[in-house]
C-alpha cells in the first residue's frame, strides 16, 4: 500500500512505523525532509530556514479547513477550544431565584399580601412572584424583612471534552509525492 508524503494515519499500536513521524509538534530539518517541508510550510511552527514543526495532534480533535456552517473561518495549522471551562453568569441562561421570607402578622392574610406585625410568626414560604407586599396595621410594630439570595455552584471548572479513545497520529516523512489537482 502507497502512501502520500504529508499523509495522515491512525495507529492503534504503541510504535511509529519506518517512514511515519508522529503527530507530536517536533521540529523537524528541512534539509533532511526538503518534500515534507514542500508541503508543511511553516503551517505547524519552525522558523522556514532550518527547522519546521510536525502537526501537535496530541490531545486535540481534528476539524476540516474552511468556513463553517455558521460562518466561523478555520485556516489550515489554526488551533482552538479548551480542556476545560468555568461557567460565568454570562455563560448560563437568564433565570429567576425564589425567596423564602418569614413575617409576622396577627390579621388574616388576603392573596399575596401580608399584614406585617411582631405577635404572630408565619411562614409565608417561596412565593414566585417579584414583590410581595407586607402591610402594618397603623400604629402597629412592623416585622423586619430582610431576605437574602445566596449564590450558588462553585465556581470548579469541568471537562469540556467529547468520550474518546486514544490512537497514535502519525504522518508519512516518506511516500508518494501529491501531484496538484
Same mark, same amino acid.
Not at 485556516?75 to 476545560?84: A, D, L, Q
Given at each position: ?45 519552525g ?24 460562518? /466561523? /473561518? ?11 471551562? /468555568?461557567?460565568? /453568569? ?25 399584614f ?45 471534552r ?20
Amino acid at each position: 500500500m502507497d502512501n502520500f508524503i504529508g499523509e495522515i494515519r491512525l495507529f492503534g499500536f504503541d510504535r511509529t512505523p519506518r517512514g511515519w513521524a508522529v503527530c507530536s509538534g517536533q521540529l523537524m530539518s528541512i534539509s533532511q525532509n526538503s518534500a515534507l517541508f514542500s508541503l508543511l510550510g511553516v503551517y505547524y511552527g519552525g522558523d522556514g530556514i532550518t527547522t519546521f514543526a510536525l502537526p501537535n495532534l496530541n490531545g486535540r480533535a481534528i476539524i476540516g479547513e474552511g468556513s463553517s456552517l455558521s460562518g /466561523t /473561518t478555520y485556516p489550515i495549522g489554526s488551533v482552538g477550544g479548551t480542556e476545560n471551562v /468555568t461557567l460565568t /453568569t454570562n455563560n448560563i441562561p437568564s433565570h429567576n431565584h425564589l425567596v423564602s421570607a418569614n413575617i409576622s402578622y396577627d390579621l388574616g392574610s388576603p392573596s399575596a399580601n401580608y399584614f406585617a406585625n411582631a405577635n404572630t410568626s408565619t411562614n409565608v414560604g417561596n412565593k414566585n412572584k417579584a414583590t410581595v407586599n407586607l402591610f402594618a396595621p397603623q400604629g402597629g410594630t412592623p416585622a423586619p424583612l430582610a431576605p437574602a439570595i445566596t449564590s450558588s455552584g462553585g465556581s470548579i471548572p469541568h471537562e469540556n471534552r467529547m468520550p474518546f479513545l486514544v490512537m497514535n497520529y502519525c504522518i508519512a516523512t516518506i511516500g508518494i509525492y501529491p501531484s496538484r489537482q
